[in-house]
Nanobody, 124 residues
Framework: QVQLVESGGGLVQAGGSLRLSCAAS????????MGWFRQAPGKEREFVAA????????SYADSVKGRFTISRDNVKNTVYLQMNSLKPEDTAVYYC?????????????????WGQGTQVTVSS
């Protein structure tokens, strides 16, 4: 298992940008597919994006395609989520998650390790 700590959340106006970071502990970070999820008040946790262990393949929810970019640095043990053209409906707590090996699914249950979350608020 890896331990995950998110940072970079905050308050931003609609149309603005934020970059979230997720620092992972453990020497096997490069063996994990990494993902980002989000959860708005009263809603279920939903998939946002994922990147395979070698960074060669990414997957995005339709709602963020073209606006968000996931990337990873296996030297720094860090995964990033660059969020551009933010909308009020992007407001949520964003969670970093890890799935050992290849991406087998994008459900929350497919990911075994989670961070504590970071709040993103987009004002209109």
């Amino acid at each position: 298992q890896v331990q995950l700590v998110e940072s970079g959340g905050g308050l931003v106006q609609a149309g603005g940008s934020l970059r979230l970071s997720c620092a992972a502990s453990g020497r096997t970070f490069s063996s994990y597919t990494m993902g980002w999820f989000r959860q708005a008040p009263g809603k279920e946790r939903e998939f946002v994006a994922a990147v395979t262990w070698y960074g060669g393949s990414t997957s995005y929810a339709d709602s963020v395609k073209g606006r968000f970019t996931i990337s990873r640095d296996n030297v720094k043990n860090t995964v990033y989520l660059q969020m551009n053209s933010l909308k009020p409906e992007d407001t949520a707590v964003y969670y970093c998650a890890a799935q050992y090996g290849v991406l087998r699914g994008n459900r929350a249950a497919d990911f075994g390790s989670w961070g504590q979350g970071t709040q993103v608020t987009v004002s209109s």
